[in-house]
Protein backbone atom coordinates (compact mmCIF):
# COMPACT_ATOMS: atom_id res chain seq x y z
CA UNK A 1 0.00 0.00 0.00
CA UNK A 2 1.74 3.38 -0.96
CA UNK A 3 1.91 6.10 2.12
CA UNK A 4 0.84 8.96 2.23
CA UNK A 5 3.36 11.28 2.94
CA UNK A 6 2.20 13.81 4.94
CA UNK A 7 0.47 11.44 6.61
CA UNK A 8 3.09 10.41 8.32
CA UNK A 9 4.45 13.26 8.48
CA UNK A 10 1.43 14.18 10.45
CA UNK A 11 2.90 11.70 12.88
CA UNK A 12 5.88 12.59 12.96
CA UNK A 13 4.68 16.00 14.13
CA UNK A 14 2.70 14.52 16.71
CA UNK A 15 4.84 11.99 18.38
CA UNK A 16 7.57 14.67 18.76
CA UNK A 17 5.41 17.12 20.03
CA UNK A 18 4.37 14.43 22.38
CA UNK A 19 7.79 13.29 23.66
CA UNK A 20 8.44 17.28 24.03
CA UNK A 21 5.43 17.68 25.95
CA UNK A 22 7.09 14.54 28.45
CA UNK A 23 10.38 16.35 28.69
CA UNK A 24 9.19 20.06 28.97
CA UNK A 25 6.53 18.73 32.08
CA UNK A 26 9.98 17.18 33.73
CA UNK A 27 11.67 20.31 33.39
CA UNK A 28 9.46 22.98 33.74
CA UNK A 29 6.63 21.24 35.99
CA UNK A 30 6.91 22.69 39.08
CA UNK A 31 8.75 26.22 38.14
CA UNK A 32 7.73 29.31 37.42
CA UNK A 33 8.94 31.67 34.66
CA UNK A 34 12.36 33.87 35.80
CA UNK A 35 11.56 37.70 36.74
CA UNK A 36 12.41 39.54 33.60
CA UNK A 37 15.86 40.70 33.30
CA UNK A 38 15.62 43.70 31.13
CA UNK A 39 13.11 46.88 31.57
CA UNK A 40 10.46 48.63 29.84
CA UNK A 41 9.27 47.06 26.73
CA UNK A 42 12.45 44.32 26.17
CA UNK A 43 10.74 43.08 29.54
CA UNK A 44 7.46 43.13 28.50
CA UNK A 45 8.43 41.02 25.15
CA UNK A 46 10.23 38.53 26.90
CA UNK A 47 7.29 38.18 29.69
CA UNK A 48 4.71 37.74 26.30
CA UNK A 49 6.86 34.88 24.86
CA UNK A 50 7.84 33.55 28.13
CA UNK A 51 3.61 33.03 28.43
CA UNK A 52 3.17 32.14 25.33
CA UNK A 53 5.97 29.80 25.11
CA UNK A 54 4.58 28.16 28.20
CA UNK A 55 0.90 27.94 27.00
CA UNK A 56 1.47 26.52 23.56
CA UNK A 57 4.02 23.97 25.63
CA UNK A 58 0.77 22.87 27.79
CA UNK A 59 -1.29 22.61 24.14
CA UNK A 60 1.07 19.69 23.57
CA UNK A 61 -0.64 17.07 25.75
CA UNK A 62 -3.41 17.10 23.33
CA UNK A 63 -0.77 15.64 20.72
CA UNK A 64 -2.17 12.27 22.15
CA UNK A 65 -5.03 12.72 20.76
CA UNK A 66 -3.83 13.46 17.31
CA UNK A 67 -1.95 10.71 17.05
CA UNK A 68 -5.48 8.36 18.00
CA UNK A 69 -7.22 10.46 15.22
CA UNK A 70 -4.28 9.30 12.74
CA UNK A 71 -4.34 5.53 13.94
CA UNK A 72 -7.52 5.20 13.94
CA UNK A 73 -6.61 6.65 9.82
CA UNK A 74 -4.16 4.15 9.41
CA UNK A 75 -5.91 1.47 11.06
CA UNK A 76 -8.89 1.65 8.45
CA UNK A 77 -6.86 2.68 5.55
CA UNK A 78 -4.98 -0.18 5.45
CA UNK A 79 -7.80 -2.57 6.35
CA UNK A 80 -10.17 -1.26 3.38
CA UNK A 81 -7.47 -1.55 1.21
CA UNK A 82 -7.89 -5.11 1.99
CA UNK A 83 -10.87 -5.37 1.73
CA UNK A 84 -11.44 -4.09 -1.46
CA UNK A 85 -9.39 -7.20 -3.11
CA UNK A 86 -11.85 -9.65 -1.65
CA UNK A 87 -13.17 -10.93 2.13
CA UNK A 88 -10.70 -9.67 5.14
CA UNK A 89 -9.45 -12.60 6.90
CA UNK A 90 -9.79 -11.45 10.05
CA UNK A 91 -7.72 -14.18 11.68
CA UNK A 92 -4.88 -13.36 9.52
CA UNK A 93 -5.49 -9.62 10.29
CA UNK A 94 -5.59 -9.91 13.81
CA UNK A 95 -1.92 -12.22 13.74
CA UNK A 96 -0.70 -9.51 11.32
CA UNK A 97 -1.67 -6.41 14.12
CA UNK A 98 -0.35 -8.38 17.34
CA UNK A 99 2.63 -9.47 15.52
CA UNK A 100 3.02 -5.26 14.37
CA UNK A 101 2.23 -4.28 18.11
CA UNK A 102 3.89 -6.96 20.51
CA UNK A 103 7.59 -7.50 19.67
CA UNK A 104 8.10 -3.79 19.63
CA UNK A 105 6.47 -3.51 22.65
CA UNK A 106 8.28 -6.08 24.63
CA UNK A 107 11.67 -4.70 22.76
CA UNK A 108 10.65 -2.02 24.90
CA UNK A 109 10.45 -3.01 28.13
CA UNK A 110 13.86 -4.75 27.82
CA UNK A 111 14.98 -1.47 26.85
CA UNK A 112 13.52 -0.20 30.30
CA UNK A 113 15.23 -2.81 32.05
CA UNK A 114 19.03 -2.55 30.52
CA UNK A 115 19.10 0.65 29.32
CA UNK A 116 21.49 3.33 30.70
CA UNK A 117 20.27 6.78 30.99
CA UNK A 118 16.49 5.64 32.40
CA UNK A 119 14.36 7.06 34.77
CA UNK A 120 13.34 3.68 36.92
CA UNK A 121 10.71 5.67 39.21
CA UNK A 122 9.19 1.84 40.40
CA UNK A 123 10.40 -1.54 41.47
CA UNK A 124 10.23 -3.95 38.80
CA UNK A 125 7.37 -6.80 40.32
CA UNK A 126 4.66 -8.61 39.48
CA UNK A 127 2.88 -5.85 37.59
CA UNK A 128 5.33 -6.23 34.84
CA UNK A 129 3.46 -9.74 33.91
CA UNK A 130 0.46 -7.82 33.03
CA UNK A 131 2.17 -5.03 31.43
CA UNK A 132 3.58 -7.55 29.20
CA UNK A 133 0.34 -9.12 28.03
CA UNK A 134 -0.33 -5.37 27.58
CA UNK A 135 -3.57 -5.84 30.63
CA UNK A 136 -2.59 -2.43 32.33
CA UNK A 137 -6.20 -1.66 32.99
CA UNK A 138 -6.44 -4.75 35.73
CA UNK A 139 -6.40 -3.32 39.04
CA UNK A 140 -6.13 0.25 36.77
CA UNK A 141 -4.66 2.33 39.68
CA UNK A 142 -1.53 0.03 40.00
CA UNK A 143 -1.07 -1.07 36.59
CA UNK A 144 -2.02 1.30 34.15
CA UNK A 145 1.33 4.12 34.22
CA UNK A 146 3.20 1.21 35.69
CA UNK A 147 7.11 1.61 35.04
CA UNK A 148 6.42 3.65 32.05
CA UNK A 149 3.38 6.34 32.12
CA UNK A 150 3.31 6.28 28.04
CA UNK A 151 1.98 2.39 27.76
CA UNK A 152 -1.49 3.07 28.79
CA UNK A 153 -1.46 4.22 25.12
CA UNK A 154 -0.45 0.36 24.41
CA UNK A 155 -3.54 -0.65 26.54
CA UNK A 156 -5.83 0.95 25.33
CA UNK A 157 -4.50 -0.02 21.68
CA UNK A 158 -4.67 -3.70 22.06
CA UNK A 159 -8.57 -2.49 23.08
CA UNK A 160 -9.16 -0.67 19.65
CA UNK A 161 -7.69 -3.81 17.42
CA UNK A 162 -9.72 -6.44 19.60
CA UNK A 163 -12.93 -4.50 18.46
CA UNK A 164 -11.98 -3.04 15.24
CA UNK A 165 -13.68 -6.00 13.06
CA UNK A 166 -16.89 -4.50 14.81
CA UNK A 167 -15.91 -0.92 14.32
CA UNK A 168 -15.04 -1.90 10.91
CA UNK A 169 -18.51 -3.50 9.82
CA UNK A 170 -20.30 -0.39 11.01
CA UNK A 171 -18.43 2.22 9.32
CA UNK A 172 -18.97 0.33 5.89
CA UNK A 173 -22.53 -0.55 6.73
CA UNK A 174 -23.87 2.93 7.49
CA UNK A 175 -21.05 5.08 5.57
CA UNK A 176 -18.67 7.38 7.59
CA UNK A 177 -20.92 10.42 8.65
CA UNK A 178 -23.46 8.57 11.05
CA UNK A 179 -20.65 5.94 11.87
CA UNK A 180 -19.11 8.76 13.52
CA UNK A 181 -22.57 9.91 14.86
CA UNK A 182 -23.01 6.44 16.60
CA UNK A 183 -19.58 6.18 17.56
CA UNK A 184 -19.06 9.64 19.25
CA UNK A 185 -22.57 9.21 21.09
CA UNK A 186 -21.24 5.75 22.40
CA UNK A 187 -18.06 7.46 23.81
CA UNK A 188 -19.75 10.58 25.07
CA UNK A 189 -22.20 8.43 27.08
CA UNK A 190 -19.71 6.66 28.43
CA UNK A 191 -18.00 9.58 29.64
CA UNK A 192 -20.88 10.96 31.24
CA UNK A 193 -21.10 7.77 33.29
CA UNK A 194 -17.58 7.56 34.23
CA UNK A 195 -17.19 11.50 35.25
CA UNK A 196 -20.51 13.10 36.13
CA UNK A 197 -23.25 9.84 36.82
CA UNK A 198 -21.00 7.58 38.52
CA UNK A 199 -17.56 8.97 39.15
CA UNK A 200 -14.83 6.53 38.81
CA UNK A 201 -10.68 6.76 37.93
CA UNK A 202 -10.01 9.17 35.80
CA UNK A 203 -7.48 7.06 34.71
CA UNK A 204 -10.65 4.57 32.88
CA UNK A 205 -11.51 7.98 31.25
CA UNK A 206 -7.50 8.62 29.90
CA UNK A 207 -8.02 5.26 27.59
CA UNK A 208 -7.78 2.48 30.49
CA UNK A 209 -11.80 1.81 28.94
CA UNK A 210 -10.77 2.30 25.01
CA UNK A 211 -14.85 3.30 24.46
CA UNK A 212 -14.03 6.62 26.06
CA UNK A 213 -11.79 7.57 23.43
CA UNK A 214 -13.64 6.24 20.70
CA UNK A 215 -15.04 9.36 19.31
CA UNK A 216 -11.08 10.15 19.02
CA UNK A 217 -10.62 6.55 16.96
CA UNK A 218 -13.91 6.93 14.94
CA UNK A 219 -13.25 10.47 13.96
CA UNK A 220 -9.60 9.31 12.06
CA UNK A 221 -11.41 5.98 10.85
CA UNK A 222 -14.47 8.32 8.96
CA UNK A 223 -11.85 10.33 7.48
CA UNK A 224 -10.00 7.37 6.07
CA UNK A 225 -13.48 6.90 4.30
CA UNK A 226 -13.83 10.50 3.32
CA UNK A 227 -10.82 10.19 1.89
CA UNK A 228 -10.84 6.94 0.10
CA UNK A 229 -13.97 8.87 -1.60
CA UNK A 230 -12.41 12.36 -2.07
CA UNK A 231 -9.02 12.39 -1.92
CA UNK A 232 -8.86 15.95 -3.77
CA UNK A 233 -11.06 18.21 -1.57
CA UNK A 234 -9.93 16.35 2.03
CA UNK A 235 -6.54 17.15 0.87
CA UNK A 236 -7.26 20.47 0.11
CA UNK A 237 -9.35 20.99 3.20
CA UNK A 238 -6.65 20.23 5.58
CA UNK A 239 -3.52 20.62 3.33
CA UNK A 240 -3.80 24.31 2.34
CA UNK A 241 -4.55 26.07 5.17
CA UNK A 242 -8.56 25.66 5.56
CA UNK A 243 -8.52 23.60 8.27
CA UNK A 244 -5.63 25.19 9.27
CA UNK A 245 -7.45 28.43 10.29
CA UNK A 246 -11.07 26.56 11.55
CA UNK A 247 -8.92 24.75 13.80
CA UNK A 248 -7.11 27.79 15.31
CA UNK A 249 -11.15 29.38 15.77
CA UNK A 250 -12.07 26.44 17.28
CA UNK A 251 -9.36 25.68 19.57
CA UNK A 252 -10.57 28.28 22.24
CA UNK A 253 -13.90 26.54 22.87
CA UNK A 254 -12.50 23.01 22.78
CA UNK A 255 -10.31 24.68 25.72
CA UNK A 256 -13.24 26.04 27.36
CA UNK A 257 -14.82 22.50 27.53
CA UNK A 258 -11.88 22.05 30.83
CA UNK A 259 -14.68 24.44 32.65
CA UNK A 260 -16.36 21.03 34.19
CA UNK A 261 -17.00 17.47 34.69
CA UNK A 262 -19.92 17.70 32.74
CA UNK A 263 -18.12 19.97 29.40
CA UNK A 264 -15.20 17.66 29.96
CA UNK A 265 -16.66 14.54 28.77
CA UNK A 266 -16.09 16.52 25.15
CA UNK A 267 -12.61 18.21 25.84
CA UNK A 268 -10.37 15.10 24.95
CA UNK A 269 -12.17 14.53 20.85
CA UNK A 270 -12.41 18.69 20.76
CA UNK A 271 -8.93 19.48 21.45
CA UNK A 272 -7.62 16.70 19.75
CA UNK A 273 -10.11 17.32 16.75
CA UNK A 274 -8.37 21.25 16.72
CA UNK A 275 -4.64 20.03 17.27
CA UNK A 276 -5.30 17.74 14.41
CA UNK A 277 -5.87 20.62 12.31
CA UNK A 278 -3.13 22.39 13.00
CA UNK A 279 -0.59 19.64 13.16
CA UNK A 280 -1.83 18.40 9.85
CA UNK A 281 -1.99 22.35 8.31
CA UNK A 282 1.84 22.28 9.29
CA UNK A 283 2.43 19.09 7.45
CA UNK A 284 0.95 20.17 4.40
CA UNK A 285 3.65 22.79 4.58
CA UNK A 286 6.63 20.77 5.57
CA UNK A 287 5.54 18.43 2.60
CA UNK A 288 6.63 21.10 -0.29
CA UNK A 289 10.07 21.15 1.24
CA UNK A 290 11.62 17.41 -0.14
CA UNK A 291 14.39 17.00 2.44
CA UNK A 292 12.45 18.03 5.57
CA UNK A 293 9.40 16.37 4.22
CA UNK A 294 11.68 13.14 4.27
CA UNK A 295 12.97 13.52 7.52
CA UNK A 296 9.29 14.16 9.30
CA UNK A 297 7.64 11.54 7.24
CA UNK A 298 10.81 9.00 8.33
CA UNK A 299 10.03 10.10 12.31
CA UNK A 300 5.80 9.28 11.54
CA UNK A 301 6.79 6.16 9.69
CA UNK A 302 8.56 4.43 12.66
CA UNK A 303 6.27 6.94 15.51
CA UNK A 304 5.84 3.54 17.16
CA UNK A 305 9.42 2.76 18.37
CA UNK A 306 9.35 6.02 19.53
CA UNK A 307 6.16 6.39 21.15
CA UNK A 308 7.51 3.11 23.55
CA UNK A 309 10.73 4.39 24.19
CA UNK A 310 10.90 7.87 25.03
CA UNK A 311 9.48 9.04 28.21
CA UNK A 312 11.86 7.47 30.85
CA UNK A 313 14.63 8.53 28.64
CA UNK A 314 13.37 12.36 28.77
CA UNK A 315 12.57 12.33 32.47
CA UNK A 316 15.68 11.37 33.42
CA UNK A 317 17.49 14.07 31.31
CA UNK A 318 14.83 16.50 32.15
CA UNK A 319 15.64 16.00 36.09
CA UNK A 320 19.10 16.49 35.48
CA UNK A 321 18.66 19.93 33.87
CA UNK A 322 16.06 21.28 35.70
CA UNK A 323 18.61 24.44 36.96
CA UNK A 324 19.74 25.24 33.26
CA UNK A 325 17.55 28.37 31.35
CA UNK A 326 15.14 28.40 29.57
CA UNK A 327 17.22 28.87 26.24
CA UNK A 328 19.42 26.47 26.97
CA UNK A 329 16.94 23.66 27.24
CA UNK A 330 15.19 24.69 24.12
CA UNK A 331 18.50 23.88 22.51
CA UNK A 332 19.02 20.81 24.26
CA UNK A 333 15.40 19.86 23.33
CA UNK A 334 15.83 18.98 19.24
CA UNK A 335 19.24 16.83 19.42
CA UNK A 336 17.39 15.14 22.33
CA UNK A 337 14.50 14.37 19.98
CA UNK A 338 17.12 13.48 16.94
CA UNK A 339 18.48 11.42 19.11
CA UNK A 340 15.82 9.35 20.72
CA UNK A 341 14.10 9.17 16.78
CA UNK A 342 17.26 7.29 15.21
CA UNK A 343 17.08 5.44 18.37
CA UNK A 344 13.61 4.23 18.22
CA UNK A 345 13.72 3.89 14.53
CA UNK A 346 16.29 1.50 14.95
CA UNK A 347 14.96 -0.56 17.36
CA UNK A 348 11.60 -0.85 15.35
CA UNK A 349 13.56 -1.48 11.94
CA UNK A 350 15.30 -4.30 13.38
CA UNK A 351 12.58 -5.98 15.60
CA UNK A 352 10.48 -5.64 12.58
CA UNK A 353 12.78 -7.62 10.16
CA UNK A 354 13.34 -9.76 12.73
CA UNK A 355 9.76 -11.11 13.32
CA UNK A 356 9.41 -10.69 9.49
CA UNK A 357 12.25 -13.09 8.93
CA UNK A 358 10.99 -15.52 12.08
CA UNK A 359 7.37 -15.55 10.49
CA UNK A 360 8.97 -16.58 6.93
CA UNK A 361 11.07 -18.71 8.11
CA UNK A 362 7.42 -20.63 9.58
CA UNK A 363 5.43 -20.64 5.93
CA UNK A 364 8.80 -21.60 4.69
CA UNK A 365 8.84 -24.89 7.35
CA UNK A 366 5.46 -25.35 7.01
CA UNK A 367 5.34 -24.98 3.38
Not at 149 to 156: L, T
Amino acid sequence: MKRLLWLDISKGLAILWVVYFHFYRTYFEHGTLPPANWSGLAASVETVLGAAWLKVSELALHAVGVFLILSGWALMRSTMRRAESGTVAWGAWYCARLLRLYPMYWVAHLVYLLSPFIARLEPVDSRIILSLLGLRFIDIQMNLMYLNAAWWYFSMLIQFVFIFPLLFWTARRLGPGFFLLIACAAGFFTRYLFLVAWPQNGLWTLGGFAICRLPEFALGMALAMWHSRSSASVEWFLLRGAGFVIGLLFYPVALWLYHNATTYVFVDFATGACCMLEIIGIAGIISLFQEPAKVFGLVGAYSYGLYLIHQPYVIWLGLRIRQVPIWAFLLIVIPTLAALSAWGMFLEKGTNSLVNKLVAAKKHAHA
